[in-house]
């Protein structure tokens, strides 16, 4: 029977820091990962077969998606502004997604570069509803790297 040394991470705990900008605790991250198009090449083997080979493209990286309760920060929809007035090349921002464990000791980071907000989203607004207001905000970037 094989053994693990250590238990899987909890992932209901992270945060984020895009260069002391934009710091805090979101309930919601998706988009941490990367990808390569596939391109097939299609060739006829020494028997006159014919065989598509598959090797890799462009690498791409997913879009990061965090989605937080609303509160009174303005953070996220005065970075989304800046690209807004056009100004794309000075709201690029390096930045971490941190994830903890129950004792808020650091256990899994990933660092993107170069990332800018594509979409701000405030909440879904029901006037007979006891939910919590939640906010969206999507980053791209140009890199992802999984360094703890």
């Not at 029977?1 to 805090?24: C, N, V």
């Not at 979101?26 to 391109?39: D, K, N, R, V």
């Not at 598509?52 to 005065?78: A, F, N, S």
Request: charge should be negative; aromatic fraction near 8%; proline fraction near 3%.
């Amino acid at each position: 029977m094989a053994t693990r040394e250590s238990d899987p991470l909890i992932s209901f705990h992270f945060a984020i820091d895009i260069q002391g900008k934009i710091a805090g605790y979101f309930t919601e991250c998706s988009g941490l990962g990367s990808e390569h198009e596939i391109i097939e090449h299609k060739v006829v083997d020494a028997k006159g077969r014919e065989v598509i080979q598959k090797i890799p493209g462009r690498m791409k990286w997913q879009d990061i998606t965090l989605k937080r309760g609303i509160t009174k920060e303005m953070d996220v929809w005065v970075w989304r502004k800046e690209v807004e007035d056009g100004n794309v090349e000075g709201a690029r921002r390096n930045g971490s997604i941190v994830m903890f464990d129950q004792s808020l000791k650091e256990v899994a980071r990933w660092n993107f570069e170069r990332g800018w907000p594509t979409k701000v989203t405030g909440p879904s607004l029901q006037s007979d509803s006891n939910a919590f207001g939640v906010e969206e905000m999507t980053i791209t970037h140009e890199g992802l790297i999984r360094v703890k």
